[in-house]
T-cell receptor
Framework: DQQVKQNSPSLSVQEGRISILNCDYT??????FLWYKKYPAEGPTFLIS?????DKNEDGRFTVFLNKSAKHLSLHIVPSQPGDSAVYFC?????????????FGTGTRLTIIP | KAGVTQTPRYLIKTRGQQVTLSCSPI?????VSWYQQTPGQGLQFLFE???????NKGNFPGRFSGRQFSNSRSEMNVSTLELGDSALYLC?????????????FGPGTRLTVL
């Protein structure tokens, strides 16, 4: 059973608009959340993270929102640029005694339309 | 459908030994990718196999090798183990539908090199 779900396999957004990628998790023990970006033929690269003590973390055009009660994570990209076209994975972990095992969602392919 | 399975789940080896990890993709998936996950380096791409052929390769030394069988099961081999090879090794399988790039991750094999 998938502990981390990204229910939208793909998303298309006009350049300059906001892209919103969503992620839901099932285990309330998860307390560290990350987003990875993946280009074709490359491995995922880290994008942004948030710990459970916060509900928002911002880095330039990227903002991650955490709703612990809903067990929901989202990534906002504003404004969207063509180079943002990639597959985005959310990942979650339980930061317990240094255990950083990540559990990944299945990914959402974002396409930015010029 | 059964998810991606990896065996063994845990492994302890000593320096200089070699190890073989196994990954069974979701039925019908022909692409299998391997990743190394460490606290310091995050998630790093090792290689991808598709229809028994290595299609992409990350930046790892030749000690890391893999193969894929006709039933899409894949194995990863690491020879002459080093302490730094201690990591969680993840495999992920993808659907033949290239339009979504959805990847399903297995639970991983935790390798400890002493």
């Amino acid at each position: 059973d998938q502990q981390v779900k990204q229910n939208s396999p793909s998303l298309s957004v006009q350049e300059g608009r906001i892209s919103i990628l969503n992620c839901d998790y099932t285990n309330s023990m998860f307390d560290y959340f990350l987003w990875y970006k993946k280009y074709p033929a490359e491995g995922p690269t880290f994008l942004i993270s948030i710990s459970s003590i916060k509900d928002k973390n911002e880095d330039g055009r990227f903002t991650v929102f955490l709703n612990k009660s809903a067990k929901h994570l989202s990534l906002h990209i504003v404004p969207s640029q063509p180079g943002d076209s990639a597959v985005y994975f959310c990942a979650v972990s339980i930061s317990n005694f240094g255990n950083e095992k990540l559990t990944f969602g299945t990914g959402t392919r974002l396409t930015i339309i010029p | 459908k059964a998810g991606v399975t990896q065996t063994p789940r845990y492994l302890i080896k000593t320096r200089g030994q070699q190890v073989t990890l196994s990954c069974s993709p979701i039925s019908g998936h022909r692409s299998v990718s391997w990743y190394q996950q460490t606290p310091g380096q995050g998630l790093q791409f090792l290689f991808e196999y598709f229809s028994e052929t290595q299609r992409n390769k990350g930046n790892f030394p030749g000690r890391f090798s893999g193969r894929q069988f006709s039933n899409s099961r894949s194995e990863m081999n690491v020879s002459t183990l080093e302490l730094g090879d201690s990591a969680l090794y993840l495999c992920a399988s993808s659907s033949p539908d290239a339009s979504t790039d959805t990847q399903y991750f297995g639970p991983g094999t935790r390798l400890t090199v002493l």
